[in-house]
């Protein structure tokens, strides 16, 4: 399809459908719909107002305000190009035949060029068989774009993971209230007499999740995209709670609603001045049960730890809190990436001290043992 | 008719400036559009913003009935669309006893409209004067179940009862859907409706809001609080606050007569701008630092 702008086109609804291939061609996702809809919006007199014009197709056409941004470059690009200065060009191509080409040049120019690549090679997640060897690979031998298309695979994977458990659960519970418009429709054959009570099942209450995170030296590998991984499990289990530690404790659960990964990470980083140092993690538990121990383990929540065991500090301290946790836990569960590793065993003093309260023990060092989490959270 | 004479909007930002909301040329533009093409709008952004706000000026305008639907995790459709009235079913039961109708005249007579409990997305479907605003608010609360069953509604603008058939709207209602954005809505959901990304206002337009809602504020009074507002939102708070915390804290800085925000004032009302502990010893501790 021929890339055309503007001053390419003769009347105002075949610029806007000109448009709408062009923003499309560019990434946004518009269809037959959202382009019929800008044509009669144009009928409907937003026609007078360039800025009014502009709103309209911008209300029409984006979904977010990330769209929303992109967008702004894009009509700037698309009705603004000033066909004098193209003029020239504009001969040239006509003898070269191509005019593709001229106004993909120009795009680079204006810098919009530059972030395109990346968001065409992000849609084009490549095929199952890289899928499958994406989960497979020791995180902590990710480059970055590997790390970006693992994120996607992650975030799809999560969800269909949130709803695969919430179904099983709605088969576990028995009865719940009873439900009156079913009882009273059966009841008609009985003349109005409620014999047989039918009841609602409970709504599936989620899991509570409690997340603490090691992000200290030994775990630098694994800890940033284990901090991605919690950010999906945010976005599905709305009760999680989730900290960082090494030599201190810190809250991440507010970071973590900012949608933007990057954002988390900034904010995260500020604040933990403690990123990739030392670890502690008696004290830092002991830290979670004062603070906020009192309000996070009512109602038994699932603990999920994901640390590597190498402590630094007192074991015998950290092997009394995590028994602590566990007793008013329904289950922790203990996620250790060197697990996957040939030949580990847990032989480190702090490791050791802490399996007695471990319900769980598992490995975290690629995406498909994160993903057996599924399997624990349901059981539990 | 007040819609057959709009004819851009224009009338739409002086009739909102009038009735105290100050709207930009955007979001306006959206419920232009809303209005015109009969498309749903969704308006995300943080609390406290005036997404609310918004479908309550335009009810205002077109004169008409605001029906709202707050959703929470777990809504279902018995509490958003309808469910019978059990109770009066039994009497009505009891009552056909000594009746001589067939079965199947009983049971049309059970479940006729009498005994319907209409709940607002029902409500708002079946209001007979005119088109209805109806307001879906906190979207981003509700199951994801319960946004595929909105997919229905908010394209054929219909709603299917087993016992009594399918329901058409006889108005179609304007619908303002909004969301803080805690969760992402599904494409499905936001292709079928109008996009309006609402931010925090910069410092002049937040001036012109708390102005139109307190007159009477002081324009050195004004200018400080909004100030500080702004300050306080580039801080890490737990709770951000949003444009209804400033209107709160200059209305309760009036109310005490205090004429200027210091110190002093400030450890008064600070209760009114900033809704947790955490964030109040945050912004004293940085007070007492300057």
């Known amino acids: 399809m021929e890339k055309i702008q503007a001053f390419q086109t003769n009347s105002l609804s075949e610029g806007i459908m000109a448009f709408a291939r062009f923003a499309r061609s560019h990434g946004m996702n518009i269809g037959i719909q959202e382009t019929q809809d800008a044509l009669q919006a144009s009928a409907a007199g937003l026609l007078t107002n360039r800025s009014m014009f502009k709103n309209a197709l911008k209300a029409l056409f984006c979904t977010s305000p990330e769209e929303g941004r992109q967008f702004e470059k894009l009509f700037i690009l698309f009705w603004d190009t000033n066909p004098l200065d193209l003029e020239e060009r504009k001969n040239e191509t006509k003898l070269e035949g191509s005019v593709t080409k001229k106004t993909n040049s120009s795009l680079v120019m204006l810098g919009v060029g530059k972030s395109e690549p990346s968001d065409e090679e992000a849609s084009n997640v490549s095929g199952a068989n890289s899928e499958e060897r994406l989960k497979k690979v020791d995180l902590s031998l990710l480059n970055t774009m590997e790390a970006d298309e693992l994120e996607d695979i992650a975030r799809r994977l999560c969800r269909q993971m949130a709803v695969r458990m919430r179904r099983r659960m709605k088969q576990h519970r028995r009865q719940g209230q009873i439900n009156m418009r079913r009882t009273i429709r059966k009841s008609i054959a009985s003349g109005g007499e409620p014999i047989d009570l039918f009841h609602r099942l409970n709504s599936p209450k989620k899991q509570r999740l409690i997340v603490l995170l090691d992000v200290s030296g030994s775990m630098d590998k694994y800890s940033f995209f284990l901090l991605r991984f919690i950010c999906a499990l945010r976005e599905h289990f709305r009760q999680l709670e989730a900290f960082v530690f090494s030599t201190s404790l810190k809250r991440i659960t507010h970071a973590l609603d900012k949608q933007n990964l990057g954002t988390v990470l900034k904010d995260i980083s500020e604040h933990a001045d403690n990123w990739s140092s030392g670890t502690r993690i008696g004290e830092c538990l002991q830290q979670f049960s004062e603070t906020y121990g009192k309000r996070m383990l009512n109602g038994s929540p699932v603990v999920l730890i994901l640390s590597d065991g190498l402590d630094t500090g007192d074991a015998s301290l950290l092997g009394a809190e995590l028994q602590k946790i566990h007793r008013r836990a329904k289950k922790v569960i203990w996620l250790n990436p060197l697990k996957g590793s040939k030949g580990y065993a847990p032989l480190a003093k702090g490791m050791k001290a802490a399996l007695p309260s471990v319900d769980d023990f598992r490995s975290a060092h690629n995406l498909e043992s994160l993903l057996e989490l599924e399997n624990i959270l349901s059981n539990a | ?290």
């Open chain 2, 1 to 290: 008719m007040i819609l057959e004479n709009l004819n851009n909007p224009e009338q739409l930002i002086r009739f909102l400036d009038e009735h105290q909301y100050v709207a930009d040329e955007e979001l306006v533009t959206s419920l232009y559009l809303l209005l015109k093409l009969n498309k749903p709008l969704l308006l995300e952004g943080p609390p406290g913003v005036g997404k609310t706000e918004a479908a309550l000026v335009l009810s205002q305008w077109l004169d008409t009935k605001l029906i709202r639907l707050q959703c929470y995790e777990g809504l279902d459709l018995s509490t958003s669309v309808y469910e019978w009235n059990y109770q009066k079913q039994l009497l009505g039961i009891r009552l056909q006893e000594g009746s001589d109708l067939s079965v199947a005249e009983k049971e049309k007579q059970i479940f006729s409209d009498e005994y319907l409990l209409k709940r607002p997305l029902l409500s708002a479907i079946t209001e007979t004067e005119k088109p209805p605003v109806l307001l879906i608010d906190e979207l981003d609360r509700s199951d994801e179940e319960f946004e595929a069953f909105l997919l229905e509604l908010l394209s054929a603008f219909q709603i299917t009862i087993p016992e009594l058939g399918t329901i058409k709207a006889v108005h179609k209602p304007y619908v303002i859907l909004t969301s803080n954005r805690t969760r992402e809505l599904s494409d499905a959901l936001k292709r079928r409706c109008l996009y309006h990304w609402i931010d925090y206002p910069d410092v002049a337009k937040e001036m012109k809001i708390v102005k139109k809602r307190l007159p009477g504020i002081e324009q050195h009074l004004l200018e400080q609080v909004v100030g500080y507002v702004h300050q306080f939102r580039q801080k890490k708070l737990v709770k951000v606050p949003g444009v209804s915390e400033t209107i709160d804290w200059a209305e309760s800085l009036m109310a005490l007569g205090l004429r200027d925000v210091n110190k002093e004032a400030i450890d008064k009302t600070l209760g009114s701008i900033l809704k947790s502990t955490e964030d109040i010893a945050l912004v004293k501790a940085d007070l007492i630092a300057f």
